[in-house]
């Protein structure tokens, strides 16, 4: 079985543009979770989809968006990028829960500059 | 916020020595899972135990659980060179309260030296 992918693998934007990142989950996996890594505040959860509608949310700004398709696909969209948006993209995948063992994808890398 | 806290912030042994990590958390929790990521990639699954069990094995891993004390420890056993990597506990607690999501700890950056 596939894992889970993200595309693209790395992104440079500038301050002030836009940028959507895509995740595919693992088939048959229907929840799709959101996660930013940063040096300064680690691993923090943004938010979770399920079923093409957002089950959880973490505490991020509204800039920070996303959506799910019915083939269970995510996007995440950043609008107005700050520099400190700057970090690793991780999206997971699971069966049920967004707190059940999550399946990670390689992530997107994003600098904004 | 960071849930976990894991200690120490970094480890170095001798390959085939053993390496134990600790993570201490705050609030309630449904499970704990500890998570293992090579080189700023994604994160790998190593092991779920949730909170009703204590201790739990999976092939050179042996994972612990003490909700009384709020702590968890991980130990690798006879460590590879390949177990070179950072480690993260997380920490799952569904309230159904549209918040619900992993809380990791900032990790413990374990090389293991030939």
């Known amino acids: 079985k596939a894992g889970v992918t993200q595309t693209p693998r790395y992104l440079i934007k500038t301050r002030g543009q836009q940028v959507t990142l895509s995740c595919s989950p693992i088939s048959g996996h229907r929840s799709v979770s959101w996660y930013q890594q940063t040096p300064g505040q680690g691993l923090q959860f943004l938010f979770e989809?399920?079923?093409?509608?957002?089950?959880n949310k973490g505490n991020f700004p509204g800039r920070f968006s996303g959506r799910q398709f019915s083939n269970s696909r995510s996007e995440m969209n950043v609008s107005t990028l700050e520099l400190g948006d700057s970090a690793l993209y991780l999206c997971?995948?699971?069966?049920?829960?967004?707190?059940?063992?999550?399946?990670f994808g390689p992530g997107t890398r994003l600098t904004v500059l | 916020s960071q849930q976990g806290e894991e200690d120490p912030q970094a480890l170095s042994i001798q390959e085939g020595e053993n390496a134990t990590m600790n993570c201490s958390y705050k609030t309630s929790i449904n499970n704990l899972q500890w998570y293992r990521q090579n080189s700023g990639r994604g994160l790998v699954h190593l092991i779920l135990i949730r909170s009703n069990e204590r201790e739990k094995h999976s092939g050179r891993l042996r994972v612990t659980l003490d909700t009384s004390k709020k702590s968890s420890s991980l130990l690798i056993t006879a460590s590879r060179a390949a177990d070179t990597a950072s480690y993260f506990c997380a920490t799952g607690m569904y309230s159904g309260g549209g918040a619900d999501g992993l809380t990791f700890g900032k990790g413990t950056h374990l090389i293991i030296q030939p």
């Open positions: 997971a995948s699971s069966f049920g829960l967004a707190t059940d063992t999550q399946y």
């Open positions: 989809y399920f079923s093409e509608t957002q089950r």
